[in-house]
């Protein structure tokens, strides 16, 4: 999530349509569609300023064309009200745009730390924060995504005091609430930048001084009253330094142990104060410290079963966090769906030849669809949604790169879903599973075992009777080809 860019925390967005690059101020003749040929002339180069009426006065809401059709600013497979196995595609996706890279990222990396990106809305100042609330509903508005997620500060500066952060969070606050009700967008979750300020170099909830956990817990008891007042769905919580350096220096089992009890007074206090949303842990194994408590989903969940929270907390996983921590998407996707535990899902994707946290939009139809079978099998993803925790790439300057961005995420994960419906439906993919494994069901031991039953001794004896078992090929290629066949064939749903 987050990643590296955490340095990122002063300004901005790429976001408007086929007509401008702000940054460079030149003025673009055309925009092209997908086979080169010029889809819109622009008249003028638009620079607009806080207090403008409209901030992408050329983009007209994006509405879907179907696959065959070549412009760039529309959808090819997303429909939000065309219903797919009982619900609109809206409702099993749930899109969010992500607060921190689409208005605080402007195209910095760890060797580019000025950034590439300059946009109309940059600034820290309050009159920025603001404008950058009518510039994220505008563009959510055009997009037709109906919720959106932040970090505290990304939405709010931090001030001096604890009293002037608040209020100026609370000034923010009232805007949100505003154009919420205004528009209908809603608050998938809000969680807390406890990671960048230097009083967290040596983390919030695990901080070897308890004086500076107090400060993380003030900042979450302020963002917990926020998020509760905007009817926010669900509370994350990314250690991005609730981790460690060096063991020498660490208490590991007292840093364990301070953790739980922050997380287990956080859910008191949301209960305190009427949080009827969900609360979400985020598994991500290391960066910026070289070891995070919560490694991966499994290691998460087990974290939570110890302390005893494990029916408070689901997880929201994110593909980059597993390929950091050695697995895939699809791993942590499975491992969260097997325990109940599948939240919410941070849409993005690697780049696999950095060792670093790329947050790319995701175009990867294969994770796509293996994510939305999981989410169709458990019924939905809500109160989760997919959020697009995704940056556009330092080289992509123009303010139209961050529609296209979010506009190919949202085809990818809706041909997803039409994928995996249509495999699911058809069954062949359940089928060979169910065969694989069809003795649990079909004998007696098979079924004792399953319920629990089965002794050792009672196993031995079987075994014994039966002898060795038929060899029973595990059939890889075919469940391959059978997935790949609606991964990357042409979608029919």
Not at 269 to 288: N, T
């Amino acid at each position: 999530m987050r990643a590296t860019i955490w340095i990122l925390l002063t300004a901005q967005l790429a976001g408007a349509t086929q007509l401008l690059n702000l940054r460079a101020g030149a003025k673009r003749e055309s925009a092209l569609d997908i086979d080169g040929t010029p889809s819109k002339s622009v008249d003028q180069m638009y620079t607009l300023r806080g207090g403008a009426k409209e901030w992408f006065p050329e983009v007209t809401p994006i509405k879907y064309e179907g696959p065959d059709s070549n412009n760039l600013m529309a959808f090819k497979y997303y429909n939000a009200d065309e219903v797919i196995m009982g619900k609109t595609m809206k409702e099993w996706l749930r899109f969010a745009v992500c607060y921190w890279h689409t208005w605080r990222g402007f195209g910095a990396d760890i060797f580019g730390l000025a950034g590439t990106a300059h946009r109309p809305w940059d600034g820290s100042d309050m009159e920025a924060h603001l404008n950058r609330v009518d510039v994220h509903f505008e563009f959510c508005q055009k997009l037709g995504i109906e919720y959106y997620c932040f970090h505290d500060r990304d939405v709010s500066p931090e001030c001096a005091t604890i009293e002037e952060t608040n209020a100026n969070f609370d000034v923010i606050a009232d805007k949100l609430a505003a154009k919420q009700a205004e528009t209908g967008i809603k608050l998938l979750w809000g969680t807390c930048n406890l990671f960048s300020h230097e009083r967290f170099m040596n983390g919030g909830m695990t901080n070897p001084d308890v004086n500076t956990v107090c400060m993380a817990a003030s900042q979450v008891k302020k963002c917990l009253d926020v998020v509760t007042r905007l009817g926010g769905e669900n509370f994350v919580f990314w250690g991005g330094r609730e981790g460690y350096f060096s063991l020498l220096n660490t208490k590991y089992k007292m840093e364990q142990d301070n953790r739980a009890a922050f997380l287990k007074a956080a859910v008191e206090y949301g209960d305190k104060i009427g949080y009827k949303g969900a609360f979400l842990l985020e598994p991500k194994p290391r960066e910026p410290t070289s070891h995070q408590y919560d490694f991966d989903a499994e290691t998460t969940l087990g974290f939570c079963e110890h302390y005893g929270i494990i029916d408070r907390f689901a997880l929201n996983l994110e593909a980059n966090h597993a390929t950091l921590a050695g697995h895939t998407g699809e791993h942590e996707t499975q491992a969260a769906f097997a325990r109940g535990k599948l939240g919410s899902i941070d849409a993005n994707r690697n780049e696999a030849m950095l060792g670093w946290d790329t947050d790319m939009f995701p175009t990867d139809p294969a994770l796509a669809t293996y994510v939305m079978k999981c989410i169709i099998e458990q019924g939905g993803l809500q109160p989760g949604g997919l959020n697009f925790d995704a940056k556009v790439r330092r080289e992509s300057t123009d303010i139209e790169d961050m529609f296209i961005g979010h506009i190919a995420g949202m085809d990818n994960y809706a041909r997803g879903l039409r994928a995996a419906a249509k495999m699911i439906e058809e069954g062949a993919a359940a089928k060979l599973v169910e065969d694989r494994y069809s003795t649990f069901k079909t004998t007696d031991i098979g079924k004792k075992f399953v319920a629990g039953k089965a002794t050792l001794e009672m196993m031995a004896a079987h075994a014994a009777k039966n002898g060795e078992p038929p060899q029973t090929s595990g059939k890889m290629e075919l469940a391959e080809m059978i997935f790949n066949k609606h991964a990357y064939g042409t979608p029919t749903y």
